[in-house]
């Protein structure tokens, strides 16, 4: 679904990154036309420069330190680096591998890119370990709830929820040791919740294989960086709590600054954005379990991890798993974990020793 996130993050002094929740639609865009220059350093021989543009139904951005004449090149490459994430591993481009893979028959066996191969190991582990909190093959439910490419917005009678519930499950997928996933029959696999984090990690690796010496790299809202600012300090990043005043409105309240020191940090939550149908409020989160909106209390999930692919999955996760299950989760995982979550008319807030010790001074 291609919508905007719950939980916003947000570089102080930097570049103000779009949100986007963790289950956001893969969506294909044409490349910005132009990058954005900004000098802070104009002695130095690399200033920071910034470059954007549109990907997967959202927003790109890059801080960097790099010559100016670079950044149309840097651009124009980093665009392609989304753009081939967006090629495998979309659900809203039907030409994409992901897509041939959902339409193909039974039994079909589907060579996987590289690319898409990590990321499907990745996800498999995880719904291994969370015990299908975080399942791959949700793409049936997402689609009946009316969140993906396919469907009508609308909750589903029980008999069809029922149906839909048999093409779901992650043991039902076979990934050899070649990268050759075959199709059980009719299995819908949305790789929403981990695939922007992996675009991250992709644009990062690229940066890094270019030498730039220091970067920020956001796509709708997850971020990874690498080295230091011009002055020697870390990325600061502000996490947003947000206020009861009005959900569907952009009010919200700096809660904690994180120093990205290295490191990713991915936000899942839904506190904006839902069904509402005959007095009820629909989570956009879908627990591929029992198939149905989340309804617990949890407003927001954001992780920090080393790379931003595992980042993504992980807020994802927690946020299927809820503020207990979900916290007990963080814990023996040792997660850098932080979570907001509903308490009456406002909100209350919880973060793991290991979130805590990457916090910064607001």
């Known amino acids: 679904m291609r919508l905007a996130t719950a939980l916003s993050a947000l570089v102080l002094a930097c570049v103000v990154p779009v949100a986007a929740c963790a289950n956001a639609g ?36 890059v801080r960097l330190q790099a010559d100016a004449a670079a950044v149309p090149d840097l651009q124009r490459d980093v665009q392609a680096q989304l753009d081939l994430v967006v090629a495998q591993m979309s659900t809203w481009e039907p030409g994409s591998d992901l897509s041939r893979f959902n339409r193909a028959a039974a039994g079909t066996r589907q060579p996987l890119p590289p690319e ?43 008999a069809l929820l029922d149906r839909t519930m048999t093409r779901v499950g992650w043991q039902r997928l076979k990934l050899d040791a070649s990268g050759v ?4 029959g009719d299995a819908y696999v949305d790789l929403s919740g981990i695939a922007k984090g992996y675009a991250v990690d992709q644009v990062t690796r690229y940066l890094l294989a270019q030498e730039v010496p220091a970067f920020l790299v956001e796509v709708g809202g997850e971020l990874r960086s690498h080295g230091h600012k011009p002055d020697g300090t870390p990325w600061r990043i502000a996490v947003e709590q947000p206020t009861p005043a009005d959900f569907n ?58 790379e931003c692919m595992h980042a993504d999955a992980l807020a ?3 946020t299927v798993l809820g503020p207990a299950q979900g916290w007990d989760y963080a814990r023996r995982r040792k ?11 406002g909100f209350k807030t919880r973060m793991t020793p290991q979130f805590r010790a990457a916090l910064s001074p607001l």
């Open 335 to 345: 997660l850098a974990a932080f979570f907001v979550w509903h308490d009456g008319d």
């Open 116 to 158: 898409m191969r990590q990321v499907m190991d990745a996800a498999l582990a995880l719904a291994r370990d969370t015990g299908g909190a975080f399942d791959p093959t949700v793409g049936a439910l997402v689609n009946l709830w009316g969140f993906g490419p396919d469907g009508e917005r609308r909750a589903p009678d029980a």
């Open 249 to 306: 409105e952009h009010a919200a309240a700096a809660q904690a600054v994180v120093a990205l020191d290295g490191v990713a940090m991915a936000t899942s939550g839904d506190y904006r954005h839902f069904l509402a149908e005959d007095g009820r409020r629909y989570s956009h989160t879908i627990d591929p379990r029992n198939g149905q909106p989340v309804s617990h209390g949890l407003a927001s999930v954001s992780v920090l991890h080393a």
């Open 26 to 61: 893969l969506a294909s865009t044409a490349p910005a036309t132009a990058a954005e220059t900004a000098t802070v350093a104009p002695s130095a021989a690399q200033s920071m420069q910034s470059m954007n543009g549109l990907t997967m139904g959202t927003t790109w951005s």
């Open 316 to 318: 994802t996760a927690l």
């Open 181 to 184: 996933m075959t199709q059980p």
